[in-house]
């Protein structure tokens, strides 16, 4: 049988709780909508129809939906309660500022802004920079990964299937348009842009790892700046891709690890398709810049040298 829907916050309540809450509505709605799919499961195993393993594994899914519902309206109380309170701490800490005298105000909050901030710059731009030089380097003098090509073409075929069907499957309004290849290509294309530099450059190792920090800088700042000339892709655009299956069950599941030989001998579990979708936003990867590290560049490399 199934379970009753819980009927979801109206508009007019939503408007009135505020941003906080409206995204605990948002977690609530999502699982009441993935609650009500499991009761359909339930309801077709119960007539004795057959469950495909994705349906299976949201099936079992479900004490930890109905936990999650649970403790979301659990806290929903006890949150805004949280909210009224730091609200009234902000309203007498600037009661506060008021009473002071605006020259005492400015000086304090420029002296207090100005200092962390730039510090704050700097340690970032070194961090990024210290991490790139790592990752930069450490894919420079990468042959292990040549040498297993075969393997790591099937898990990462592998990996790629099943982000794309985890996404397929997740019945969200939030969610927007569904991932397609393209969209994963592209998420590869500007991680190699990241920490390799493009074949046939004439820059140093130097100057291709400015270029990289770049591409990191404009990365973490969320820029809505082309991710190449001529493209369309933003930074920003890219980035909500990225987020979309850092969100999904894809992210969190736990893999079954095969052998590779297993992997090889059973292509079929490795090459099915998702079933076509309309509207990505990313077009067609015509950007696509091949960097140090891939197979085809580090044989170039080898008959020039």
């Not at 009224?84 to 005492?104: T, W």
């Not at 920490?195 to 140093?204: C, E, H, T």
């Not at 591409?215 to 980035?239: C, D, F, M, V």
């Amino acid at each position: 049988m199934a379970a009753a829907e819980v009927p979801a916050p109206s508009l007019s309540e939503i408007a009135n709780e505020g941003p906080v809450l409206n995204l605990v509505n948002k977690r609530l709605r999502a699982l009441r909508k993935r609650l009500n799919r499991i009761s359909q499961m339930e309801e077709s195993r119960a007539q004795g129809k057959t469950l495909n393993k994705e349906q299976e594994e949201t099936l079992r899914s479900k004490p930890y939906v109905v936990a999650g519902i649970d403790e979301l309206e659990k806290i929903r109380q006890p949150l805004l309660s949280a909210l009224d309170q730091e609200i009234e701490l902000v309203l007498a800490k600037n009661s506060h500022k008021i009473d002071s005298s605006p020259g005492e105000i400015a000086d304090e909050g420029n002296a207090a802004a100005a200092e962390p901030e730039v510090k704050e710059q700097i340690g970032d731009a070194s961090a990024v920079s210290d991490l790139l030089n790592l990752l930069y380097f450490g894919s420079i003098f990468d042959v292990q990964t040549l040498m297993r090509a075969n393997d790591n073409m099937l898990r990462r075929t592998h990996e790629r299937n099943c982000c794309l069907t985890y996404d397929y499957v997740t019945d969200d309004d939030a969610a927007g348009d569904p991932l397609k290849e393209l969209d994963l290509d592209v998420v590869a294309t500007v991680g190699g842009l990241l920490i390799s530099r493009p074949v046939n450059s004439s820059l140093s190792h130097k100057d291709s790892l400015e270029k990289c920090a770049d591409h990191a800088k404009l990365w973490l700042t969320n820029a809505a700046q082309p991710i190449e000339a001529g493209s369309n892709i933003t930074y920003a655009g890219l980035r909500e891709k990225l987020n979309k299956i850092m969100a999904s069950d894809y992210f969190t599941t736990t893999p079954e690890i095969r052998a590779p030989v297993d992997v090889a001998a059973a292509p079929g579990n490795y090459t099915f398709q998702v079933p076509p979708v309309h509207g990505s936003v990313i077009p067609p990867a015509s950007m696509h810049v091949p960097v140090e590290g891939s197979g085809t560049e580090f044989q170039q490399e080898v008959i020039s040298s």
